[in-house]
């Protein structure tokens, strides 16, 4: 309800002239006026929700909602406007890579039911963090062996890099080629066991820890002959595919397990 700007300042002095503090407005914009002046009051909390842990748990919580309006378990009820709603009519499940949120009334984007965020695995999470840093061989054997062992379609990469030897030599020009840096002809042939590196190594790769999703991407093995270091680079594109591959298949199950719910991408 909206007051004209005279009713609401013959409201304001009738709170200043009264002994007893008054509250005028709701929600988001309370005020209270007191003799002494006005005080913004914070808005009351939002409702919410019951936070689930994964995402299989999130879709039992609205298949259960859902199901409490079969049969008339829960019969229509008449809301503030006159009309009568059944409960958990026109349900929304908005993912997005940050959250999933579950709303039975999605007229009220405070009050969702239930709320799921995904959590970055811990490859992926070395993927966003330091696959831009070079790595000396010893550390990338390492990396691949404990840090990223669950990726690896196959173990014999670590072997290859591991028969990799470089020997320094500075004489020759410059030449680029395979991915990776030289100064000079000469520097290729003094290191053994480069031409046995692909360029592109295929992975697999669960991008959130609780959502049971595998996909595979494309990554770069960058090797740089004048600092022997290497960097492990997803291919363009190729990281953004994948998320958006593993949200389009949790809105895809939601709505097929579910079939009186919306699934959206997005966030509520």
């Not at 959130?208 to 740089?224: G, T």
Request: net charge neutral.
């Amino acid at each position: 309800m909206s007051l004209k700007p005279e009713a609401l300042e013959r409201l304001i002095e009738i709170a200043r002239e009264s002994n007893d503090p008054t509250i005028i407005g709701s929600g988001k914009g309370r005020i209270l006026f007191t003799k002494e002046g006005k005080f913004e009051i914070p808005p009351e909390p939002v409702k919410q929700g019951r936070k689930i842990h994964t995402f299989e748990s999130f879709q039992r919580i609205v298949a259960v909602e859902l199901s409490s309006t079969v049969a008339g378990k829960k019969p229509a009820k008449e809301d503030a406007n006159g009309v009568f709603r059944v409960p958990n009519e026109g349900s929304c499940v908005y993912v997005s890579d940050k959250r999933f949120v579950y709303l039975s009334d999605p007229s009220d984007p405070y009050g969702f039911e239930a709320v799921f965020f995904p959590v970055p695995s811990v490859e992926a999470m070395w993927f966003s963090a330091e696959s831009k840093n070079a790595m000396d061989q010893k550390i990338l054997i390492r990396t691949l062996r404990i840090t990223l062992s669950r990726c690896l379609l196959s173990k014999d990469i670590v072997s290859l890099i591991r028969n990799v030897k470089f020997k320094a030599d500075t004489s020759g020009e410059s030449d680029l080629q395979h991915g990776r840096q030289s100064i000079s002809r000469s520097i290729i042939k003094e290191v053994k066991g480069l031409d046995t590196i692909p360029e592109t190594l295929t992975i697999q790769i669960k991008p959130f820890e609780n959502i049971n999703i595998i996909k595979r991407v494309q990554i770069a093995i960058e090797i740089d002959e004048n600092t022997e270091t290497f960097k492990l680079t997803p291919l363009p594109g190729e990281w953004d595919r994948m998320i958006d591959e593993v949200l389009n298949e949790c809105v895809a199950s939601v709505m097929q397990a579910n079939e009186r719910v919306l699934a959206l991408r997005g966030d509520a």
